[in-house]
């Protein structure tokens, strides 16, 4: 009898309370959930780590899950079980997911049949947790809310990233003039490998100049903002005519002079994935499972951690001093 029982425990990160990264509790004797209707359950290979996590954690965001709870939406694996009326998937399929109903810091994870999709034998399993949030926000932002189109130029501010060289790389097959910044020589790099036509360096006291240079004091169509806090008033004057400031990241608040909007007649636009229609999920998952099998979708992966070191990579996704990649969990 210990013996089975054993075998329907797993481990997961657990949060008991909001607070700070060590909230984040690593225990071994968790219960393996079991699929429902239109459920699947997945043996966790990889799960991305989203600055997002982090907020949510801390209790400071719009959204509260009831305590307690496991954080991860972003998994790759390997379908374990499937519940009733699943016919999209089978034990043993390769997998990644956007969502997560019981949490993806864990060895196995609950999520919605149509909240998990095939992973291409193109793309390793951390590859795989690397596309959730990042592509699909980048994709809603540059179409879905910033009406991208081929020929216009994009600026992704804090291109290093997860999401930001997702959208690079987005808008270079799409047919965009791509520009980045990164704050380090390497994250530069990964930026130009990743369909940036051009990178600043934003540690740099006059990027913004070299940046209007560059356009020939034209501005960008499109500005895909990490860090809005600190940017978003800068950003107003890096517009083009008509020009939208796409909000995808923010940790705290800002002053900004409305009146810059107008000279441009300009906006600022929210991105929220968690709002995305039904209708737009499957249009961001069409077209990022076309750029895969088309090649030009390559998830770059930066740091990984096992799940004893969870609360590290909570400290690091916020405090590091430069990002250079997906930051990944490997169970």
């Known amino acids: 009898m210990a013996m089975a029982t054993t075998r329907n ?24 959930p079991v699929p429902k209707e239109n459920q699947v359950l997945i043996k966790v290979h990889a799960c991305g780590v989203n600055p997002v996590e982090t907020y949510i954690r801390s209790g ?57 999709f ?16 990042p592509y699909f926000t980048a994709y809603r932002a540059l179409f879905q809310k910033g009406h991208a189109k081929a020929g216009e130029s994009v600026l992704v501010h804090g291109a290093s990233g997860g999401v930001g060289i997702a959208a690079c790389q987005i808008a270079r097959a799409c047919g965009l ?20 036509h051009q990178v600043f360096n934003h540690r740099e006291a006059n990027y ?4 209007k240079e560059y356009t020939k004091m034209q501005g960008v169509d499109i500005i895909i903002e990490m860090l809005s806090n600190i940017n978003l008033a800068t950003d107003l004057h890096l517009l083009s005519y008509a020009g939208r400031v796409m909000v995808v990241g923010c940790r705290g608040t800002i002053e900004i002079n409305p009146r810059d909007t107008m000279s441009k007649e300009s906006s600022i636009i929210g991105v929220g994935l968690f709002l995305a229609t039904e209708e737009e999920r499957h249009e961001c998952a069409t077209a ?3 750029g895969i099998e088309a090649g030009w979708l390559k998830p770059i992966v930066g740091s990984e951690y096992p799940l004893e070191k969870v609360v590290k990579a909570h400290e690091d996704i916020i405090h590091s001093s430069g990002a250079r990649g997906k930051m990944v969990l490997l169970p």
């Open 118 to 133: 095939p992973l291409s034998d193109k793309l390793a399993f951390k590859q795989g947790a690397a596309i959730g949030i």
């Open 288 to 290: 990022l499972l076309d």
């Open 208 to 211: 913004i100049d070299k940046i």
């Open 60 to 116: 400071n965001y719009a959204r509260k899950p009831a305590l307690p709870y496991t954080p991860g939406t972003d998994v790759s694996g390997v379908i374990e079980s499937v519940g009733e009326h699943v016919t999209t998937f089978k034990k043993g399929d390769k997998v990644f997911s956007i969502d997560t109903i019981s949490g993806g810091y864990a060895d196995y994870a609950l999520a919605a049949a149509n909240r998990v």
């Open 177 to 196: 003039k791509v520009l980045g910044t990164a704050g380090t020589e390497e994250g530069m790099n990964i930026v130009l490998r990743n369909g940036a």
């Open 9 to 32: 425990v797993m481990r997961a990160v657990r949060v008991f309370e909001f607070g700070g990264p060590e909230v984040l509790r690593l225990q071994s004797d968790v219960l393996i």
